[in-house]
């Protein structure tokens, strides 16, 4: 099995999607495939209102986070110019990826799936190996595997607050992990 979707081949944060964009250069995806500048722009106008909200509620995450932790948001002055100049592209370590995640002990990768349904179908089918400890009725977790999973990235379904959650849920991942990304 390989990784496949969007991004940085060398991620090391990896978030995961049932759904691929509705766009034929999309379809069939093999690999990890980085995106250029404008990019996510042209699929957010292509694919709708629902992929701007997946790449704005990723790069709203990814500026959440701790920065002791993280360097993401370092490398932009705003969470809008980090999606547009950084998020998936080469060298950004981040991925969306729209195959099951994959688990080797020696990497350091955070595992982030949105959406509870399409993790319990993971489960159910057994393309996904978690001993996930469910917080609620939409977080879960597996310190062990560093993976997360949260609600959809959608303005409603993870809200500021709960990106919030989800950023000291990640800190807490990585002080368990003594790496910084």
Request: net charge positive; glycine share 6%.
């Amino acid at each position: 099995m390989t990784n496949k979707g969007l991004g940085c081949s060398k991620f090391t944060f990896a978030v995961y999607l049932a759904n691929t964009p509705n766009m034929l250069e999309y379809q069939g995806i093999n690999s990890v495939s980085s995106l250029v500048t404008g990019e996510v722009n042209a699929i957010g106008q292509a694919c709708g209102n629902g992929w701007r909200k997946v790449f704005n509620v990723y790069a709203k995450l990814l500026y959440a986070l701790n920065p002791d932790h993280f360097s993401f948001a370092q490398r932009a002055p705003t969470w809008q110019m980090y999606r547009d100049e950084h998020l998936l592209q080469a060298g950004s370590k981040t991925a969306l990826l729209f195959s099951p995640p994959l688990f080797d002990a020696n990497e350091q990768i955070i595992h982030i799936i949105c959406g509870r349904t399409y993790a319990k179908q993971l489960l159910a089918s057994g393309e996904l190996e978690a001993n996930l400890i469910w917080l609620d009725e939409e977080f879960a977790i597996d310190t062990a595997k560093r993976l997360i999973v949260c609600p959809y990235f959608d303005y409603r379904q993870l809200s500021n607050i709960k990106i919030e959650r989800l950023s000291a849920m990640l800190s807490q991942l990585v002080n368990n992990m003594k790496t910084k990304y």
